[in-house]
């Protein structure tokens, strides 16, 4: 079945440092692929997504590539600020016809001032 | 205006009660889902409405219910509460099922059992 796999948290980083957030996923025909994030106390908003292979999802500084070959959708920035503190999921949605998202097991990022 | 609203924002319970979770949307969307998170913040889907009809029913014990009784409203109703039923529900709207639509999330409901 489809899953979609993050790399461990926590990230703590350094205000203006560069990030990366690794994410693969298993998946049957051509799914669409999302960043979520969730500040603390709050739900989930879309950060970006990406729907077909070598598409860029861009957002507030953030971005990820769908890379078909290598079935990874990396969320990437290049300086992190102190309020992008928070859990970061990635998401696919696969081709059925039910909206049904499968998350990763979210990245807590902390980054100090 | 709150795009997708959540009652209770806190609930606290006793094992075996039963108790009633609302959801409404004002986006005018088609979907709804409910969404379970763990204490170690994993996201699973419970269920999913498209225009009022269930469409996901993920493997989730009959004491849990949705009711959706319009295109803007999507209940949970949970039965003989559990210890493990402790969680954050979260619910969401899509403007539909098919293509790859942003999903919005309510505030989520934290839910203790004790």
């Known amino acids: 079945g489809n899953s979609v796999t993050q790399m461990e948290g926590p990230v703590t980083l350094s205000e203006e440092a560069f990030l990366t957030i690794n994410c693969t996923y298993t998946?049957?025909?051509?799914?669409?692929l999302f960043w979520y994030v969730q500040y603390p106390g709050e739900g989930l908003q879309l950060l970006l997504k990406a729907t077909k292979a070598d598409d860029k999802g861009s957002n507030k500084g953030f971005e990820a590539t769908y890379r078909k070959e290598t079935t990874s959708f990396h969320l990437e920035k290049g300086s992190v600020q102190v309020s992008d503190s928070a859990v970061y999921f990635c998401?696919?949605?696969?081709?059925?016809?039910?909206?049904?998202?499968?998350f990763g097991q979210g990245t807590t990022l902390q980054v100090k001032p | 205006d709150t795009a997708v609203s959540q009652t209770p924002k806190y609930l606290v319970t006793q094992m075996g009660n039963d108790k009633s979770i609302k959801c409404e949307q004002n986006l005018g969307h088609d979907t709804m889902y409910w969404y379970k998170q763990d204490s170690k913040k994993f996201l699973k889907i419970m269920f999913s409405y498209n225009n009022k009809e269930l469409i996901i029913n993920e493997t989730v014990p009959n004491r849990f219910s949705p009711k959706s009784p319009d295109k803007a409203h999507l209940n949970l109703h949970i039965n003989s509460l559990e210890l493990g039923d402790s969680a954050v529900y979260f619910c969401?709207?899509?403007?539909?099922?098919?293509?790859?639509?942003?999903?919005?999330f309510g505030p989520g409901t934290r839910l203790t059992v004790t």
């Open positions: 998946a049957t025909g051509y799914p669409s």
């Open positions: 969401a709207s899509s403007q539909e099922a098919r293509a790859a639509y942003e999903q919005y």
């Open positions: 998401a696919l949605k696969g081709s059925s016809n039910t909206g049904k998202l499968i």
